[in-house]
């Protein structure tokens, strides 16, 4: 499995932004699809997954135009831009990974994910 670590939350007024880091380590990094998720009541919630090879990303319908997910294969990391944040999006943030994707191949669901990492704050108020 690989090991992963989150970082970037805080607190920010609505309309503001955040960039969350996902760094990995362990069984080559690269070769995971990963995933963004969120805390609700009862469930992780999907936010956002990108492709190992990063050409393919989608995301909650909740999120888009606001956030974005992006790799750096080369640092081992995924980003998670978080744009006009709102106070609804206010919850801990995790990423996740997948070993057994292909190229291409992204996962909605958490149970897809064999690997999760503590998870990030983020608050958003005035």
């Known amino acids: 499995q690989v090991q992963l670590i989150e970082s970037g939350g805080g607190w920010v007024q609505p309309g503001g932004s955040l960039r969350l880091s996902c760094e990995a380590s362990?069984?080559?990094?690269?070769?995971?699809?990963m995933g963004w998720f969120r805390q609700i009541p009862g469930r992780r919630e999907f936010v956002a997954a990108i492709?190992?090879?990063?050409?393919?990303?989608d995301y909650d319908n909740s999120v888009k135009g606001r956030f974005t997910i992006s790799r750096d294969n080369a640092k081992n990391t995924v980003f998670l831009q978080m744009n006009n944040l709102r106070p609804e999006d206010k919850t801990v943030y995790s990423c996740?990974?997948?070993?057994?994707?292909?190229?291409?191949?992204?996962?909605?669901?958490?149970?897809?994910?064999?690997?999760w990492g503590q998870g990030t704050q983020v608050t958003v108020s005035s």
């Open positions: 996740a990974a997948d070993q057994e994707s292909k190229n291409g191949e992204i996962w909605y669901g958490g149970d897809d994910y064999e690997s």
């Open positions: 492709s190992k090879n990063g050409s393919t990303t």
């Open positions: 362990g069984r080559t990094p690269s070769m995971y699809a």
